[in-house]
Nanobody, 114 residues
Framework: QVQLAESGGGLVEPGGSLRLSCVASGFTFSSAAMDWYRQAPGKQREWVARIHSGGSTNYVDSVKGRFTISRDNAKNTLYLQMDSLRPEDTAVYYC????????WGQGTQVTVSS
C-alpha cells in the first residue's frame, strides 16, 4: 500500500530555510506526479507545489521564487526546499500523489517565528 513519510520540519526564524523530505513506498514513484500540501492552524489544507514525472513544476503564487520542489527517483524521495520563510508559512506540510486517493501521511510541522 501507499506509504508517505514526511520529515525535516522544525522551528526557524523569519528569513530562514528548511528542506522537507518525503520518502515514498508502495507505488512506482518515478512515474507519479507528486504534490506538497500544507495546513495552517484553523485553515483548510492548501496545495503548495507539484512536480511531474518529467520534472516540470508548478507552485502556488504565495511561494513562487521562495520554494523549490524536487525529486530523487533513485531514492524514492520528494523534497521541498523552503527559503525566505515567513510566519505565514507556518503549517503542517504533507506530500501526496497527484490525482490518486490515498491516506495522508503524518506530516511535518514547520513553524516560522522569532
Amino acid at each position: 500500500q501507499v506509504q508517505l513519510a514526511e520529515s525535516g520540519g522544525g522551528l526557524v526564524e523569519p528569513g530562514g530555510s528548511l528542506r522537507l523530505s518525503c520518502v515514498a513506498s508502495g507505488f512506482t514513484f518515478s512515474s507519479a506526479a507528486m504534490d506538497w500540501y500544507r495546513q495552517a492552524p484553523g485553515k483548510q489544507r492548501e496545495w503548495v507545489a507539484r512536480i511531474h514525472s518529467g520534472g516540470s513544476t508548478n507552485y502556488v503564487d504565495s511561494v513562487k521564487g521562495r520554494f523549490t520542489i524536487s525529486r530523487d527517483n533513485a531514492k524514492n524521495t520528494l523534497y521541498l526546499q523552503m527559503d525566505s520563510l515567513r510566519p505565514e508559512d507556518t503549517a503542517v506540510y504533507y506530500c501526496k500523489i497527484w490525482l490518486r486517493a490515498h491516506p495522508w501521511g503524518q506530516g511535518t510541522q514547520v513553524t516560522v517565528s522569532s
